[in-house]
């Protein structure tokens, strides 16, 4: 069974200190893995999608990277507007919807 | 991305009776859709999955009689909660997919509270 772990569970920063979250996964032949945004309240905001092991995507003051094992979201001098709950997901060929994780809860302290 | 509408925002409801809600793709055909609840500082729990013009899969757990889910068309996919309980109280979110992408595009949530 496909299944994501996420670390930190939670993860405290000081503005434009930078770091990088967790997702562990194993699936059986992946189709993609996903990062989401999610703010209290309202729906995911999808971020990227990653496919095979060695790509790497950028957005603003993020990038995702990915191995056989594990995607790492790097966050570069953060800003409080980072604030939210990242969340990584992976789709396998034996399913038809995607396995998320916990979760990483990020606060940026200006 | 594309856009999913997802409606109501929050709604609140007697004890007894039945909510739907509403998932519409505004921009895409979402040919694949999904309907999650989410508990306070907790993940996504995937409820069902709903591929268009056919029957809903749903989740170990989750009656099926209790939360009906239409998909009849290829941009609007409805989660009905009937005979609603305090219980049933949560955050509920649809994502839609639809080809040749494998990411999901998320709704807004729709906070249900039942008193």
């Known amino acids: 069974e496909d299944q994501v772990t996420q670390s930190p569970e939670a993860l405290r920063l000081q503005e434009g200190e930078s770091s990088s979250l967790n997702c562990s996964y194993t699936?059986?032949?992946?189709?993609?893995l996903f990062w989401y945004r999610q703010d209290p309240g309202k729906g995911p905001e999808f971020l990227f999608t990653?496919?095979?092991a060695g790509e790497e995507k950028e957005k603003e003051r993020l990038k995702a990277t990915l191995t056989k094992k594990e995607s790492f979201l790097h966050i570069t001098a953060p800003k409080p507007e980072d604030s939210a709950t990242y969340l990584c997901?992976?789709?396998?060929?034996?399913?038809?919807?995607?396995?998320f994780g916990a979760g990483t809860r990020l606060t940026v302290k200006p | 991305g594309a856009v999913v509408s997802q409606h109501p925002s929050w709604v609140i409801c007697k004890s007894g009776t039945s909510v739907k809600i509403e998932c519409r793709s505004l921009?895409?055909?979402?040919?694949?859709m999904f309907w999650y609840r989410q508990f306070p500082k907790q993940s996504l729990m995937l409820m069902a999955t709903?591929?268009?013009?056919?029957?809903?899969?749903?989740e170990q757990g989750v009656e099926k009689d209790k939360f009906l889910i239409n998909h009849a068309s290829l941009t609007l996919s409805t989660l009905t909660v009937t005979s609603a309980h305090p219980e049933d109280s949560s955050f509920y979110i649809c994502?839609?997919?639809?080809?040749?992408?494998?990411?999901?595009?998320f709704g807004q949530g729709t906070r249900l509270t039942v008193v």
């Open positions: 921009d895409f055909q979402a040919t694949t």
């Open positions: 990653l496919y095979s």
């Open positions: 699936v059986s032949g992946l189709r993609g």
């Open positions: 997901a992976v789709h396998g060929y034996n399913n038809n919807d995607m396995r």
């Open positions: 994502s839609a997919r639809g080809l040749p992408n494998t990411e999901a595009f």
């Open positions: 709903s591929n268009e013009g056919s029957k809903a899969t749903y």
